[in-house]
């Protein structure tokens, strides 16, 4: 039996048998050196000027990427991460390399994704060192990220592309940006930021979920009356289907929105978006890339919806009544991620941490693979994990 396996039952049997701090404690210790010497096989694999985004694609290989991606940021966060949970100064070195590479992009105005982007590299950078260089960088991308704001519609826009479908695209996933611009109106003192963060996250609440808490992907709406015209999918099954990482969008960012504001509407929304997931969640809790394929369970599992997930679980069990059943739910999904069937523990899989991710199925784009923003959430959900432990 690999090491990690070995890990893998200990680990479980620490959670569910709660044999005390100390022996939790050297679990996570030995889990996270096995993370890292995989996460090294990655790191050399890194060239200065690109970020690597998934693995394999169709040539077998990496695609790497620039930093106009919307997944340039996840790696370098990964880095702090490990950095975080070991305190060893080779991650804080990786880390910051892979963070200031991305400095062009607090400036960009054609993306929606600048929290994923400069969030979790600059924010986490900015965190973990104190470093005001960084906190400029994170107050600029918000800055940016406003130009976006269209206060008729009361949302930040997501896409520029495909324009003959959509007027003014807002995708679920954008309810992810907002944290960024929580933390500024923080730091500056200015709540600019956070009146449009809570205007996006009122509007879409309004717009986007079903009436049994699933969500559309995309919402366009009409630029003149600020009124939704259209209610899509992009990378689900269809227009009518719960394309499994969005639901997993939704549900953290509603988490976030009520950790910043206390207000009890979107907690009621975290919950009700979490039970939904709950219900449509498989026997390993790892979710399905769309909730609605009439092929499951002979279809793909998207190992990144799960880990977003269980982040989110453990930051809501925090909050809730029902604390338990969401804490139980992150630490179930978490042992199945850790298990042999989603990790890699033998420098395979490119060096990333989980196997089994999907990007975009319907355009056979990065279906079944290792993918950057699965592992940046999945050492989230460990180190919420780790802390709720104690
Ligand atoms: N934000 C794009 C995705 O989740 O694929």
């Not at 690999?2 to 404690?25: D, P, Q, T």
């Not at 997944?71 to 200031?100: H, I, Q, R, V």
């Not at 523990?345 to 490119?350: K, P």
């Amino acid at each position: 039996m690999m090491v990690r396996n070995l890990l893998f039952v200990s680990i479980a049997l620490v959670i569910y048998s709660c044999n005390g701090e100390k022996g939790n404690k050297v679990e996570f210790t030995q889990l996270t050196e096995e993370l890292g010497e995989q996460l090294k096989v990655l790191v050399q694999a890194i060239p200065d000027d690109k970020v690597p985004r998934s693995y394999p694609n169709k040539d077998g290989d990496y695609w790497m990427v620039g930093i106009r991606d919307w997944t340039c940021g996840f790696p370098a966060g990964s880095f702090w991460s490990m950095y975080e949970m070991t305190g060893d100064e080779y991650w804080k070195e990786t880390a910051l390399e892979n963070t200031l590479k991305l400095d062009g992009v607090q400036y960009r105005t054609t993306t929606h994704d600048l929290g994923f982007m400069v969030f979790c590299s600059y924010g986490n950078a900015y965190r973990l060192t104190g470093n005001e260089d960084y906190k400029d960088v994170i107050i600029q991308a918000s800055e940016s990220l406003l130009t976006r704001f269209n206060p008729t519609i009361g949302c930040i826009r997501s896409w520029d592309h495909n324009r003959d479908k959509w007027d003014y695209p807002v995708i679920v996933d954008n309810m992810m940006n907002l944290e960024m611009l929580f933390w500024t109106s923080e730091v500056t003192g200015n709540p600019k930021y956070r009146d449009v963060a809570i205007s996006h996250a009122d509007v879409t609440l309004e717009n986007h979920f079903r009436d049994d808490w699933s969500s559309y992907h995309v919402v366009s709406y009409d630029t003149i009356t600020g009124e939704p015209v259209v209610k899509q999918t992009h990378q689900g099954l269809n227009h009518e289907s719960a394309w499994g990482r969005g639901q997993a969008w939704g549900f953290y960012g509603y988490t976030i929105c009520y950790r910043e504001t206390g207000d009890k509407k979107y907690l009621d929304a975290a919950e009700n978006i979490g039970d939904f997931i709950l219900k449509n969640l498989p026997e390993d809790m790892v979710s399905y890339w769309d909730f609605n394929d009439p092929a499951i369970p002979n279809t793909n599992r998207d190992a990144s919806a799960a880990a977003i997930m269980a982040s989110a679980y453990y930051e809501l069990s925090t909050f809730s009544e029902k604390g338990k059943t969401y804490f139980d739910a992150a630490n179930k999904i978490t042992e199945s991620l850790t298990s042999p069937n989603y990790s890699a523990n033998d420098g395979s899989n490119g060096g990333f941490l989980l196997k089994h991710s999907v990007g975009h199925k319907p355009n056979n784009s990065e279906v079944d693979v290792a993918i950057n923003y699965a592992d940046y959430y999945y050492l989230e959900a460990l180190k919420r994990q780790q802390k709720l432990l104690k």
